[in-house]
Each structure stands twice: as structure tokens, then as C-alpha cells.
């Protein structure tokens, strides 16, 4: 019980730092003169925060749950977790890396346009993905249900 009221607190914390970032930037403004400002800049950090919060949550927390509730289903997250770095490793693989034609701002190191065109293709893959599994969950349901 004490563990919930943790994460409950902690999501709200993490929600309402997010609520201020957006509002100072919008106050702010996120651009002037076609420059991103620091409040670009601080939301995007955030951003990667979070994402490294859920990353840690979802692995380690996941980890210690699950390893005391049933060891075996460290097997089924090693898996799971293969599954997602082949699935970015094809993302990566995939990724051209070209310029956008017609850009004529300032230059953009290759590194860093492969680095958008994978996280572009993750993208694309798991809508993909969430199609499909909603297809796939509603053709199962209707074959479980017409039984």
C-alpha cells in the first residue's frame, strides 16, 4: 500500500513540473524569430528526463517486482527487452540520414540526422505495431466470442 502512495505522489509531482515548464513556455514563447528559445530547450530536457524516468521505472521496478513474484518472468523481460533493441537496431539500420532538400539553415552533423531518421522510423514501426495489435486483439476477440 505504501509503495502506491509513492507513485501516486511521485506522478503528481512530475505532472505538475510539467504543467509549469509548458505554461513558462508559453508565457515565454517557444520561438523568436524562427530561433528556439531556452524554453525549447528546458521542454525537450524534460522530456528526455521523463523518458529516462519511465525507462528506469519500467526496467528496474519491473525487475524487482517481478523477480520476487515469479523469478521465471525475468526470461520473459530479457526477451521483451531483445525485442526492443532489435527493433531499434532495424530502425537505425533503415535510417538514410539524407538532408532535408531545400533546407537552407545552418548545417546538421550526420550523427545527428541518422538520430532523427531512427527515431522517425521507431516511430512509424510502432504505430505500425499498435495497428496491427489492435487488428489482430479484435479478430481474436471476435473468433473468442462467436465460440
Do not use: H
Amino acid at each position: 500500500m505504501k509503495l502506491n502512495k509513492i507513485f501516486k505522489w511521485g506522478m503528481v509531482v512530475l505532472i505538475l513540473i510539467s504543467v509549469a515548464i509548458v505554461v513558462w513556455g508559453f508565457v515565454s514563447g517557444f520561438e523568436v524569430n524562427k530561433v528556439a528559445t531556452k524554453p525549447t530547450n528546458v521542454l525537450l530536457t524534460w522530456a528526455a528526463i521523463m523518458i529516462g524516468i519511465a525507462l528506469f521505472c519500467w526496467i528496474i521496478i519491473g525487475l524487482i517486482i517481478s523477480v520476487a513474484n515469479d523469478p521465471k518472468s525475468l526470461v520473459k523481460m530479457g526477451i521483451s527487452l531483445l525485442a526492443i533493441a532489435a527493433v531499434c537496431l532495424v530502425a537505425f539500420l533503415l535510417a538514410k540520414g539524407n538532408p532535408v532538400p531545400g533546407y537552407v539553415g545552418p548545417e546538421v552533423p550526420a550523427g545527428q540526422l541518422k538520430l532523427t531518421d531512427t527515431i522517425l522510423n521507431l516511430t512509424a514501426i510502432v504505430g505500425v505495431g499498435a495497428v496491427l495489435a489492435i487488428i489482430v486483439g479484435e479478430i481474436r476477440l471476435a473468433i473468442a466470442n462467436k465460440k
